[in-house]
């Protein structure tokens, strides 16, 4: 079994009646509905409000794969946590980053850039192209996903150079966009996707959430080995001549 922790900041569905009538009870509801249909994801889902925002270090130590969404709220995650969770990222565990979650305290911290984009609200239409057709992320999956509506986020993206692009966005205003990109960090994968406004019914798509489930499986730790917690000071291999030091 995949351990999946959905990580809501759950804030917008309580604020306003449009985004509530689409995802009733939360994006990391509809999210868990989705993924417990999977035989092999065990899921709980944790938000901002909660004690430790649902990160306690025995939450993250039982997970495999955190999915991360925030927008509104990102100042409000305290930096202890951010702290736990960059560590589990070293450690193994795989994060998934959804959508605004790109300005998130955690992306940020990963990536060390600012994470800026160009962005506009305005109803369009979205083609997200698979540019990496035999990565495990993108099998199942059509050549495009089109989506009616979505936010635009436009180039340039500032992230270090990733490990893989796997999706590239073209919008309906003309602006196109790295919308599904990898990194490692320590022993962790980091996959970030860039749909899912909450304004928008993204999470019903059937291919999005392909793409997610496959990303899951990608980005858990499949690794028998032990991290060190701390360096290790070894003896060398050779005999070393030591060189004698004025006292």
Request: with cysteine.
């Amino acid at each position: 079994m995949i351990k999946v922790t959905i990580w809501n900041e759950f804030r917008h569905e309580k604020k306003e009646k449009k985004i509530a009538d689409i995802y009733p009870g939360g994006i990391h509801k509809k999210l868990a509905e989705e993924f417990k249909s999977q035989t092999d994801f065990e899921v709980r889902i944790a938000t901002l409000d909660e004690p430790e925002h649902g990160l306690s270090e025995e939450v993250l130590n039982d997970t495999d794969v955190l999915i991360w969404w925030g927008h509104m709220a990102h100042s409000e995650v305290e930096d202890r946590i951010v702290d736990r969770v960059q560590k589990r990222v070293l450690e193994g565990m795989g994060i998934i980053v959804l959508h605004s979650g790109h300005y998130s305290k955690i992306f940020k911290r990963l990536m060390g850039t600012t994470c800026n984009l160009i962005w506009r609200e305005a109803d369009e239409k979205e083609r997200l192209w698979v540019v990496e057709p035999f990565h495990p992320i993108t099998q199942g999956i059509s050549p495009y996903i089109e989506l009616a509506q979505e936010e635009m986020y436009g180039e340039r993206f500032d992230i270090p150079e990733p490990d893989k692009v796997i999706f590239i966005s073209w919008f309906e205003g003309g602006e196109v966009f790295r919308s599904g990109v990898t990194w490692t960090r320590g022993f962790g994968k980091i996959f970030y996707f860039r749909p899912g406004h909450e304004s928008y019914p993204t999470f019903y798509n059937k291919e999005i959430i392909k793409v997610l489930c496959n990303a899951i499986r990608w980005a858990k730790f499949a690794g028998n080995i032990s991290v060190p917690k701390e360096p290790l000071n070894v003896k060398p291999l050779e005999k070393l001549k030591i060189l004698a030091r004025e006292k």
